[in-house]
């Protein structure tokens, strides 16, 4: 089964754009200031390309975007302002188009199992309930599995969590083998008739090393247990945190192979354009977007909208 999105709808839209109102509101103040902006004036091109940069979008897709959009002013008469951020709307959403299967859930086996990995804080246990909610509403039945034993206080809110959207939890006490957590939760997922089994990890560990070992041996559990490695292994990146998010990106894809990502958070930050950057950077796709921290927050990534709420474009 493919879980993707029906976002063309004006949810996601209305969603997207307050989400990324703090971004917008930063990138159209620096728009403003820039007055006299035609396609001949290179001063205001140069500002332009700073604003990008600043909205963490990384220099090389800035400045290849505004040479590319120079380039294509170059050969007209002077531009309207309307048009030039039109143009430079279609040169971003260019830079992350994909497939639109790269940025759905390929949920095949049974039960398929998504394993959320990343550090902590940046909002993996609360993405797996949004992620449950957004399942059990498109249908499917999920399941979490407490995998973060290392930290109690994990458990029990994945607890709290499962009780509000009534989706069964599997944890042991803190400190258990997290392998052991996965291997139940598939067993009680084929018990229990439930399709999806949501794992939480660990963000954590003594040592750099352990952590990915620990991930690996959930991973090779899954394998034994349903045959393949886990459907998705989606890695949660906290939108805020800029450069890290980046280094964070290269340390788990060096290790983990993650499938995709889901970027928390992008309601609390002025530097949405992380999201191409991380694109552009990585070659991992966002599937997911974290826009607040109530359940039906998470919402699949579609990259027109995204363009559009980020630079303030009408339909
Ligand atoms: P974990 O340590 O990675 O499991 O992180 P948590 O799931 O405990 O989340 C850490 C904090 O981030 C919590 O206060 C969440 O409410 C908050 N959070 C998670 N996702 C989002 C989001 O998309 N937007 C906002 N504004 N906050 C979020």
């Known amino acids: 089964m493919v879980f993707g999105s029906n976002a063309s709808g004006e949810g996601f839209l209305s969603k997207m754009r307050d989400g990324l109102k703090k971004t917008r509101r930063r990138l159209q103040e620096g728009f403003e200031a820039i007055v006299d902006f035609s396609s001949s004036d290179e001063e205001a091109f140069e500002e332009l390309e700073a604003l990008l940069v600043q909205s963490d979008m990384g220099a090389r897709v800035a400045t290849e975007v505004l040479d590319e959009l120079r380039r294509e002013l170059s050969s007209r008469e002077a531009s309207e302002r309307e048009q030039i951020f039109s143009r430079l709307g279609a040169l971003l959403s260019e ?15 049974d039960p398929a199992v998504i394993m959320l990995v990343g550090v902590n804080g940046v909002g993996k246990t609360t993405s797996a309930a949004k992620l449950a909610h957004l399942l059990k509403e498109r249908g499917r039945k999920p399941l979490l599995g407490a995998s973060d034993t290392f930290r109690a206080a994990a458990i029990e809110q994945l607890r709290i969590w499962g009780d509000r959207l009534g989706v069964d939890v599997i944890s042991h006490d803190f400190g258990a083998d997290p392998a052991a957590v996965a291997f139940d939760s598939i067993k009680a997922a084929r018990a229990r008739g ?122």
Do not use: Y
């Open 194 to 315: 439930a399709d999806t089994v949501i794992l939480d990890t660990a963000g954590r560990l003594h040592t750099r090393h352990n952590l990915m070992e620990e991930l690996a041996k959930i991973n090779r559990v899954v394998q034994r247990e349903t045959g393949c490695p886990p459907d998705e292994t989606l890695l949660v990146v906290d939108a805020t945190t800029g450069q890290n998010a980046l280094r964070q990106v290269e340390m788990f894809a060096g290790a983990v192979a993650p499938t995709g990502i889901i970027l928390t958070k992008l309601d609390g930050t002025a530097k949405g354009g992380i999201v191409i950057a991380i694109e552009a950077e990585s070659g991992l796709r966002v599937k997911l977007v974290g826009l607040g921290e109530g359940l039906s927050d998470l919402e699949p990534f579609v990259e027109e909208g995204f363009v559009r709420a980020l630079l303030g474009l009408e339909e």
């Open 95 to 109: 830079k992350i188009r994909c497939d639109d299967r790269d940025r759905q859930l390929l949920l095949s086996s």
